[in-house]
């Protein structure tokens, strides 16, 4: 899996390491082991990892996250683009 | 089902099933209605008792349904009330599939419906284990993985979503393959013509077989640059089967469409894969249309002038 990464410093995610309160629910819903506990508080630890999925963010009861959360799919963006719209996966079902 | 085809047939009621014989204490396991989930869900579970509570997400798959949005906060506890599940179940306590948590605020649903929402591992496969060691996941079991056989069975949905495309484009190689210095010629037009179209399909298979398939060992970070080099590869070696008849203009075009089309199915290929950002791809396409548009643009002149 390590030769599978995508870009670097693109990502959205941004963490307010005050307002965490060390719940772990962020570390629980990231598909990517974004996310450590240490001392009660939420660390981000392989960023570039993140595919602005938006689970932890929305899961974070203390907002304490944020992130531009969307889809990373081509076809999706082109969509927006064409529509004017947020992009979303209504390419006919095949995402 | 998997390839689209069909595919808004594959829908089932949302609403509470059961697997097995459950009872009050039963584990409850939110799942999407996309009847392939349903099915895969139901057999993992197997020899198990469990309540499986359906959502309405218009039969798309748990992840996607996520990040469009039917698989919501608002469904579950739509869901949970339609159901009755209060008076059904003696515990309070929702099983919701790892991959579902985008579209899930797990606090808001407790403060609504008193339900506590416990992620559950992303494969159901894992459901039997999780439930077992007292709904515990290990940290394997929340990781998304992306093996060559995800990648393998995915080709042919990139595949049969572009057909229309690729029957337009053929029929325009077809006609562009006629005009020459007699203005046109239908010999031209398909001898030229077979030639361009088999260099297109070379492109197209290429980014959506040959790179997703590939993925891990080719070079570059962005979708399109793996798909670019792949197709140069490719090229390279249609050149050494093709090039005696060819002559040069026709082998620069050669080389440059199958890079060009490769790299544009390859860069489509992020909608199917686990690992890319919207602000990753949204980035590498702002760079990569415009190098696939004039690598088209110029192969296709070369190809056009070497007509005459």
Known sequence: ?95 | MRWGLGRSRYTIAPGLYAIGTPAGDSPVLVTANYKMTFDIVRRDMRGHDAWLLVLDTKGINVWCAAGKGTFSTDEIIRQVQRANLQQLVNHRTLIVPQLGAPGVAAHKVHKACGFKVVYGPIRSDDLPQFLRTGQTATPDMRRVRFTLTDRFILTPVELASMWRYTLWSILALFILGGIGPQIFSFSAAWSRGIIAVTVGLLGLFTGAVITPILLPWLPGRAFATRGAIAGLATGMLGLLIFSASLGWLNSLALLLAVAAVSSWCAMHFTGSSTFTSPSGVEKEMRQAIPAQAAFLLVGGLCWLAAAF
């Open chain 1, 1 to 95: 899996m390590s030769s599978l990464r995508y870009l670097e410093n693109i990502v959205t995610l941004k963490l307010d390491t005050e307002k965490c309160v060390g719940c772990g629910m962020c570390a629980v819903v990231c598909p990517h082991g974004v996310f450590t506990i240490e001392e009660r508080k939420a660390q981000v630890v392989d960023r570039d990892a993140c595919i602005e999925c938006g689970a932890c963010a929305g899961n974070c009861p203390v907002e304490a996250l944020s992130v531009k959360a969307g889809v990373g799919c081509a076809s999706a963006i082109i969509n927006g683009w064409l529509t004017g719209e947020e992009p979303s996966c209504d390419c006919g079902g095949s995402c």
